[in-house]
């Protein structure tokens, strides 16, 4: 009722955005094709680009391929055909479609049309980054940089291509150098300052500083509240901080921006199995696995969630779908609890030490191996590679920690004590 209110003040292209993302984000899809269509009758300007976009975007995820094309060949003609972000998006739809080639072919004759545009340029190198083409990104921005070596966009695609190139080969002189070259663009006030941010905060993220994450995305909202990106990774940083509650609404306000993107369904599907929402996990997940049947983390929570549902033999098929020669040791360790639940410890034994043959010191699993072991009353065949591995990794106090849990199974409580103590020291 507000934002029909807000239109009725001054229905123009933010109040059409904005009504557009709630009734996505609430999965009220019949009126959303209304209000994205607000959007693009009242856009000016480079509004008019987002606005086709973002509602051919939202299409897209919600595999109404033609209604897509429909949207963006509208835009391409009205603002012209080598529009960079509409032919982005248009490559993005082949994509989704199952057809890559095509995709790239898109990008790589917009380039040919017009040899010197840079934004061109930049929006192949964006696709071929995504695509994990990242020496390729970098040689066609170097093109882009021969044009202009001051434009701010394709400067600041050249420092993030330059940090992931850094990230994958553990090389911090292209780290540090492309840090610099991100924090000059965000100093400067260019227009771009607010994907600079983004492209701060998700490096921030994958380093692990979740914390630092979050201030910089919340930075990057303040300047572009209709960055879906911002508001994933904004929840994506809130996650890994443990606040689960307001990742969800960072999220919802995400799928809002972008429909049924698959990343983004994935990690909420994450986000509900962690709250307990297993149905929701469930809803969310299932759209996203189709899409991304090697991501394990999905893959866990959507067992999570049918375990907490009663149904396991329906999370043994999550499970079962993974050849056991490709299965990652968590999968291996979401087997063995299932077996355990349905009371099968020695298929659960061989589960754990599947796991342990790929991650010996993984410190969740050597505990659960040992739990099994006490229950069966056998011996502790798990408690040498406790303490060999607790030897390996003196820096871990998980694995401290069960090493003096065994001592104290051993009969040798002064042992015991001091590897807790040194598990305290470690992670006071």
């Known amino acids: 009722r507000v934002f029909r209110q807000a239109i009725d003040v001054e229905g123009d292209f933010h109040s059409y955005i904005a009504f557009a993302a709630f009734l996505a984000g609430a999965e009220r899809f019949d009126d959303v094709d209304l ?13 008019a680009v987002e606005a086709y976009g973002l509602y051919a975007g939202f299409l897209s995820t919600q ?15 009205e603002l012209g055909a080598n529009e960079p972000r509409l032919v982005f998006a248009l490559a993005k739809l082949h994509e989704a479609q199952g057809r890559p080639d095509e995709a790239e072919q898109v990008l790589r004759d917009a380039v040919e049309a017009e040899p010197e545009s840079i934004p061109a340029k930049i929006t192949l190198a964006a696709y071929l980054s995504e695509a994990g083409d990242l020496d390729g990104a970098l ?47 965000i100093e400067s006030g260019a227009p771009n300052v607010a994907e600079a941010l983004v492209v701060k905060g998700r490096l921030a993220l994958a380093r692990g500083d979740a914390r630092e994450a979050e201030l910089t995305l919340r930075r990057a909202i303040d300047r572009d509240a209709l960055s879906w990106r ?34 983004l369904l994935a990690l909420k599907a994450r986000v509900h199995a962690a709250l307990g929402e297993s149905e929701l996990a469930l809803e969310a997940g299932g759209i996203a696995l ?32 993974v050849p056991e020669d490709r299965r990652s040791a968590p999968l291996h360790f979401a087997s063995g609890r299932l077996h355990e639940l349905q009371g099968e410890p020695s298929k659960a034994r061989a589960d754990y030490e599947a796991a342990l043959e790929i991650d ?42 069960l090493a003096g849990q065994v001592a104290l199974l051993q009969g040798d409580p002064e042992r015991a004590q001091r590897e807790v103590e040194r598990a305290i020291r470690l992670a006071p």
């Open 35 to 47: 209000a994205f269509e607000g959007a693009v009758d009242t856009a000016e300007g480079e509004q």
């Open 63 to 77: 595999e109404r391929f033609e209604q897509a094309a429909a949207v963006l060949d509208r835009g391409l003609e």
């Open 139 to 185: 040689g066609v921005i170097d093109a882009a940089l021969a044009i202009d070596s001051t434009d701010p966009a394709a400067r600041l695609r050249r420092a993030d291509l330059m940090m992931q190139v850094g990230m994958s080969k553990d090389d911090r002189t292209l780290i540090e150098v492309g840090r610099k070259i991100l924090d000059e663009v």
């Open 230 to 263: 911002a508001h994933y990774l904004l929840g994506a940083a809130l996650f890994a901080r443990g606040d689960a509650v307001s990742a969800r609404t960072a999220l919802a306000h995400a799928q809002g921006l972008a429909g049924n993107e698959p990343r």
């Open 290 to 321: 189709r899409k991304r049947s090697n991501d394990v983390h999905l893959r866990l929570a959507l067992v999570q969630a049918q375990i907490a549902l009663g149904r396991p033999e329906l999370a043994r098929k999550l499970i079962a779908a």
């Open 360 to 401: 010996p010191y993984a410190s969740g699993i050597l505990k659960a191996l040992l739990s099994l072991e006490r229950r069966e009353g056998g011996a502790l065949e798990s408690a040498d590679r406790i303490l060999a591995a607790a030897e390996a990794r003196p820096t871990d106090a998980d694995l401290a920690r």
